[in-house]
């Protein structure tokens, strides 16, 4: 078993868990209306380890939506369809140094990374292009129905509206790629822009993204149902971009102090990945000032203080 005493560890989990819930610094995100009216007081968390095991604490049944957790879900779906040299044709690979929806664009006039808001529109241009725009969100859905071990996933239609309502800058990062040449040929601008929104308000709870978590800590296999849903190849470069790009401007230090992949979402969501071992997902709405989550940063601080899940911590 790849966590052996895992009622010791839930237990442990369960006690950082609690002691990050004092954190009540930070605001939720307000430009996205529908987002300002969540409880910020919601708060849970899923574990799930590469064999298997599970658990989940707090509002663990409480559906959120994704935000900019899809982001290393469209990039591996994208990468998966075209292969690295396909993908990377189109965006970057390097940390922006930036927020997440800053406009700017790398010296080959492309996004920086598909963990940010330009690259992670990119990458939903390359998502089964050819297709119509339904079947390219069925088969979203159902990439992250099988990375979450078999539970639907569900769309948040009011955070959707509300997001599309809200776009400019979206809007703005799309036509200043365009300009620079960067999207695929007969890339369909505003198809590209709607299928990015609906992606980012797919909703789950933190059981379901936890598997999807440790799915990625699995190499792309599904340890709640053994299936393989993403290719080793693409997993690998996945967590790479994680690990140096997943937590907007605080990727470095985040990378620096915790050491590992991760993810968060403007709605307070959090995916960490602990390589070969089991994947998090904490959700807590309130959000610090580079848009991670406060009690999810949390959590992941001490996480790494108690067990040695930092990549360079056996030195
Ligand atoms: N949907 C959000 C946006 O495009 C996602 C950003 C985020 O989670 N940081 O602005």
Redesign the pocket.
């Known amino acids: 078993l790849s966590v052996p005493d895992f009622v010791g560890f839930g237990d442990e989990v369960r006690a950082l868990f609690e002691d990050a819930r004092d954190y009540r610094g930070g605001e939720v995100a307000t430009?996205?209306p529908q987002l300002a009216r969540v409880d910020p007081e919601h708060y849970a968390l899923g574990l799930c380890t590469v064999d298997g095991q599970r658990l989940s604490l707090g509002d663990d049944r409480q559906s959120y939506c994704v935000?900019?957790t899809c982001k290393p879900i469209n990039y591996a779906l994208a990468r998966d369809l075209f292969g690295r040299e396909k993908v990377h044709a189109h965006v970057g690979r390097e940390p922006s140094g930036r927020s997440?929806?800053e406009l700017t664009l790398n010296p080959l006039g492309l996004p920086h990374n598909p963990m940010i808001?330009a690259g992670a529109i990119m990458c939903a241009s390359l998502i089964r292009p050819e297709a119509p725009l339904a079947d390219r969100f069925d088969f979203v859905m159902q990439k992250w129905r099988d990375l979450g071990g078999g539970e639907p996933a569900a769309f948040d239609n009011a955070v959707y509206l509300s997001?599309k309502a809200t776009?400019d800058?979206?809007f703005a990062l799309a036509y200043f790629m365009r300009e620079n040449n960067a999207f695929p040929d007969d890339t369909d601008l505003a198809e590209t822009l709607d299928f990015?929104?609906q992606c980012?308000s797919i909703t789950v709870n933190v059981q379901q993204m936890s598997v999807v978590a440790a799915t990625l800590a699995n190499g792309g296999i599904c340890p709640v149902t053994s299936r393989r849903v993403l290719k080793a190849e693409t997993v690998k470069d996945c967590l790479s971009l994680m690990y140096s790009c997943g937590m907007?401007d605080f990727s470095g230090e985040f990378a620096f102090a915790v050491g590992m992949p991760a993810k968060s979402?403007?709605?307070g969501a959090l995916m960490l990945v602990v390589p070969g071992v089991c994947g998090f997902a904490v959700w807590s709405p309130r959000l610090d000032r580079c848009?991670n989550s406060v009690r999810g940063v949390q959590f992941a601080q001490t996480l790494v203080r108690k067990f040695a899940f930092h990549s360079y911590a056996n030195m």
């Open positions: 430009y996205i935000q900019s997440f929806n808001n997001e776009a800058r979206n990015y929104f980012c907007y979402g403007v709605s848009g």
